[in-house]
């Protein structure tokens, strides 16, 4: 097989299944999720004219007054008959308008005087002024939320002001992660000659931590092919991802072991740098992702295909990573046949890219707050050149 380009990776992997089902969630636990239909408004907001300053609410063609203060409106008590010209309400930020007012003079620009209210400044400047209308923020009807959009903080302010109490959300993924090789120690773990502790499952658990996911931890396999064939059958997870054992060592089973769990493999191999012997497929009614082993390479797919996968499967309709512009600090050599993704680091607003990319290094990796893409067969680039990015931070 061919390497596959990582764009056409990216849309077979996310073809291989669709969203999870929808449940509905009272608001504060939909945060984070992505909303299975559109959240159309069921009131309007404000759903009356509101003053938006504490002060008198008076016609402003009376201006420049005096006014005769007849009463008050406060946010959720309104004052209910009609102010006439000349007269004024003392009025509350939030508080509804009454019928006859159309500005606020704000309390800095009135002087009082027993019942009688009088301009001591400019005054507002137009009829309006100092009001927000009835629908100034949404109507009735309105789709404040598309389907696939994530369910932010502010959307969950939105939603309920909106008047909802619950949304439609896809339920939770289930992800399994698997790391093998038979070198790997838990971290911590007394270490034997070649031993080597683990960090690829705990860094696939941290990167998938902010998602809606029911984690599985399959924990360390050994390079065994029925053992490896057993615990892939029965993993029973949306989305099951292995790291090791993808390459075409003597030891590297997590394919066989796949196919002959019943798993049926739609690519290996993608053209990029670092991660190229990555795989994906079906099995059963889930997704298998095979990552490398190779720490670095491991992280870099994660984030192009396994954080996607999640997004994709919770219903984002825009699940990947959108590169964006940087200025590099120093020269790039011309690129390979692979899409490379550099360690970088940004100073100053220039990125630095790390000088030595080996796919083991996690020092280097840690230091990075981006990746620096380069398409297949770019030119070599000059410090002060643009690249784009993909934001670790
Ligand atoms: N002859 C070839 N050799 C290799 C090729 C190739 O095309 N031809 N591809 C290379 C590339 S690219 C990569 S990436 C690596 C990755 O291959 P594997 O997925 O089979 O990874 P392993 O051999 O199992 O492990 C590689 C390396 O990473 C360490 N490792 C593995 N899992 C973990 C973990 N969970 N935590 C920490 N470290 C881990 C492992 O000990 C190895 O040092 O293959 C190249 N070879
Ligand atoms: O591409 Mo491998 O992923 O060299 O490290």
Known sequence: MPLLPVAEAQTRLLALRDPVEVETLRLAQAAGRWAAEPI???RTQPSRDLSAMDGYAIAHAALPGPFRLIGESAAGRPFASPVAPGETVRIFTGA???AGADCVLVQEEARVEGAQVHLAGEGPAHPGRNVRRAGLDFTVGDVLIEAGERITPAR????????HAALPVRRRVRVAIAATGDELRPAGAPLGDGDLPESNGVMLTALLADLPIDLVDLGILPDRLEVLRDAFAG???DILVTTGGASVGDHDLVRPALEAAGAVIDFWRVALRPGKPMLAGRLGEGVV???PGNPVSAFVTATLFVRPLVAHLSGAADPLPKPT???LAEPLPANGERTDYLRGRRIDGRVHVAAIQDSSMLRTLARADCLVLREPQAPAAAAGDSAQILDLA
Request: proline share 9%; charged share 0%.
């Open 40 to 42: 159309a408004a069921l």
């Open 96 to 98: 509804a308008m009454p």
């Open 156 to 163: 969950i302010a939105l939603a309920a002001v909106a008047g």
């Open 235 to 237: 993993a029973q997870a």
């Open 289 to 291: 992702v095979g990552l």
């Open 325 to 327: 512009p940087a200025t």
